[in-house]
């Protein structure tokens, strides 16, 4: 399970779960899982570049895991 990586590395492991898998296009295999984590990982460095501010309380930068949170609750918010 993709989720067990996050309780092992919760600053950089995303969660690749169906719903974004679903909806954003990635695999549910282990390469779809590495390139959501570089996409992941690319999105924070772009918005700390940009010095947009983390939106998650406690954490002065974007991490992977902050941005799969963010995009899941954008998918989320689709109709």
Not at 1 to 7: A, I, M, Q, S
Not at 12 to 41: H, N, Q, W
Not at 55 to 71: H, I, Q, Y
């Amino acid at each position: 399970d993709l989720k067990h990586l996050r309780f092992f590395l919760p600053e950089s492991c995303p969660v690749l779960d169906s719903i974004l898998s679903e909806r954003l296009l990635y695999e549910m295999t282990p390469s779809g899982y590495g390139d959501f984590c570089t996409a992941c990982k690319k999105m924070a460095d772009e918005l700390n570049q940009a010095n947009i501010p983390c939106s998650f309380p406690g954490n002065p930068n974007w991490r992977p895991s902050d941005v799969e949170a963010a995009l899941y609750a954008w998918v989320n918010d689709w109709k």
